[in-house]
């Protein structure tokens, strides 16, 4: 099994990137992958000694661009060919890798997917689906940005995509899905959503119908259905608001709490939440109808968030996770027919 | 001054309604309004009578219908003409209150207004645009979801009449104005809000650009701008994450935390963020769009919230918010020609 990593990807390359390695190899040592670097190879090799790791399992390939996290993703795969993210997805179309991991660019790393790779065979677009953590285990968000202009047919695919992900993720056989709207009632909605929910209906023996954010988070469905721009505005607002009520109890406990009553239980408490809210915890995710394992982790990964990616990308090989999510999208055929002629 | 309110209204109508009205007259005493009481005229007036309440400036008025929170709004003003809610709404069509007040059904309250009331000159639909409290002091946020299916011309609209009502209700004379966005760059976003974007600027000398919902509760612009759909999801979803995490916080600091160590600050710092929270402190906000002041608060009002939307409906007259909304419109008369002709 051989696994390509986007050395130059991510806030933190390379640095993160090559200490994650050092992390995933000495943490997974039951079958590891074997992990094939891209970047800068005097660098990587240099680094790599510097860090002490074994190398038994690594090969370098020296890569002479680098993509900007706000570099126009379009043209990535054109004017930086030589680049650690379009290398990266070009041994996996050549076959001489079975999935690319990368912190990078994601508007490049998916438009590059899209153009080197294409698409799974009758789907339309794809589709982000991170896990989004909560006190109750989490859930997953699809589609969290890939389409910022989702038509019913594509949620219908998301729903099915990201029912075959989540089965893996959580080795349950049946996720529950559920649709994100502003009313719990079948007629509530934009006209996307209301389009959308007789398909999903009909499609998915899963369904449990139109969910209201209010309970987004209080763990009642495994996958959330969303349009990629409202899934967009999910995924951001939710890490936004966690992020401005901890801030905001860390910082009353400290003016208003004296020295010698602030006690440790506290910041342990506050470190739980935040650790549980942490998506480095849970690795990297698919882009979903990629034909191809293009696995993405977040911007801001330090070497924790990569080792837990690679062995999320590993096991994603393993569970030949591609292949699950074509065979779910093969059993339901008639709806690609079924949904162009209603548009 | 006169002010109508539907007794019959929200969760805990009727006696927190009145318990309202009875805070308000006890606390506003500077010129306070005349109230106008509709409902079950027996039941009222044996109810104020037991809170032992000051009856000079009330009127009750006898109603005989009730309008449920599920009930379908577009039937409500002809299958319940005689309710506290659509006779609240004709009193105001006939010149006799100078504003309604309802704690009731959201979509009835729209749909009777826009039936019996219509919409101020050249405004297409009406908005929705709730104050959101965060540490920072909060924001309005427009269209909160009156209208699911936004058109840009929509987006404008709601940008000048949500402009207007933010300057009266922080007296500052030109907010700032943002388009709740995935990203911040011009071209990133949806169809709809790509094509917003030059609107914005052309129209709004307050435009400062896309805001992207991770900072949105950082204070980085006195009113957001969505469609309708996301407007509501946004709104929904800050309650939800906001009370997920108190909840989560609370109880891991009372499971972890023994006796002995617990200390009183924790519950009043919880007790502090839950304040600033709490949208009973800020009292009704209007339809924006409609053409007669109707004044809405949460459908959880208890009798503070209540006699908090009193006194913001009073503020609301005395300011003449509904003509400064059509004057901020009246200067931009060009838009409603120029955005049809492109759609």
């Known amino acids: 099994m051989k696994i390509a990593l986007d050395v130059l990807g991510g806030d933190n390359a390379p640095k993160s990137n090559l200490v994650g390695v050092k992390d995933y190899l000495e943490q997974y040592t039951e079958n590891p992958a074997e992990l094939i670097l891209l970047g800068n190879k005097e660098y990587i090799s240099k680094y790599l000694k510097s860090i002490q790791i074994d190398q038994s399992l690594i090969t370098i390939i020296n890569t002479t661009q680098e993509v900007g996290i706000h570099e126009k993703p379009s043209r990535i795969f054109k004017e930086k060919p030589d680049s650690s993210l379009v290398r990266?997805?070009?041994?996996?179309?050549?076959?001489?890798?079975?999935?690319?991991?990368?912190?990078?660019?994601?508007?490049?790393?998916?438009?590059?997917?899209?153009?080197?790779?294409?698409?799974?065979?009758?789907?339309?677009?794809?589709?982000?689906?991170?896990?989004?953590?909560?006190?109750?285990?989490?859930?997953?968000?699809?589609?969290?940005?890939?389409?910022?202009?989702?038509?019913?047919?594509?949620?219908?695919?998301?729903?099915?995509?990201?029912?075959?992900?989540?089965?893996?993720?959580?080795?349950?056989?049946?996720?529950?899905?559920?649709?994100?709207?502003?009313?719990?009632?079948?007629?509530?909605?934009?006209?996307?959503i209301i389009q959308t929910y007789p398909l999903l209906k009909k499609h998915l023996n899963n369904f449990i119908g139109n969910l209201e954010p209010r309970y987004i988070m209080e763990g009642k469905a495994d996958v959330v259905i969303a349009d990629g721009f409202t899934g967009n505005i999910v995924l951001k607002?939710?890490?936004?608001?966690?992020?401005?009520?901890?801030?905001?109890?860390?910082?009353?406990?400290?003016?208003?709490?004296?020295?010698?009553?602030?006690?440790?239980?506290?910041?342990?408490?506050?470190?739980?939440?935040?650790?549980?809210?942490?998506?480095?915890?849970y690795g990297a995710t698919p882009l979903l109808g990629i034909n191809g394992l293009v696995m993405k982790c977040h911007g801001s990964s330090t070497s924790r968030g990569i080792s837990n990616s690679i062995y999320s990308t590993q096991k994603a090989i393993e569970d030949s996770l591609l292949e699950n999510i074509e065979n779910n999208l093969a059993q339901h055929m008639d709806l690609t027919q079924e949904a162009i002629i209603n548009e």
Request: charged share 15%.
């Open 88 to 192: 990266s997805i070009q041994l996996l179309k050549e076959n001489k890798v079975d999935a690319v991991l990368s912190a990078g660019n994601t508007g490049a790393l998916l438009a590059t997917s899209l153009f080197l790779l294409g698409k799974i065979p009758n789907i339309r677009r794809p589709a982000f689906a991170p896990y989004i953590p909560t006190r109750h285990g989490g859930f997953i968000l699809c589609d969290a940005g890939a389409n910022p202009n989702s038509k019913p047919l594509d949620l219908v695919q998301c729903a099915l995509m990201a029912s075959a992900y989540t089965a893996h993720l959580n080795t349950i056989s049946n996720p529950s899905v559920s649709l994100l709207n502003i009313g719990k009632e079948e007629n509530k909605g934009n006209d996307l």
């Open 237 to 281: 607002l939710t890490e936004g608001v966690f992020s401005h009520i901890i801030d905001w109890f860390h910082d009353l406990y400290f003016t208003h709490v004296n020295t010698e009553q602030q006690s440790s239980e506290f910041l342990s408490i506050l470190k739980e939440i935040q650790n549980s809210l942490d998506h480095e915890e």
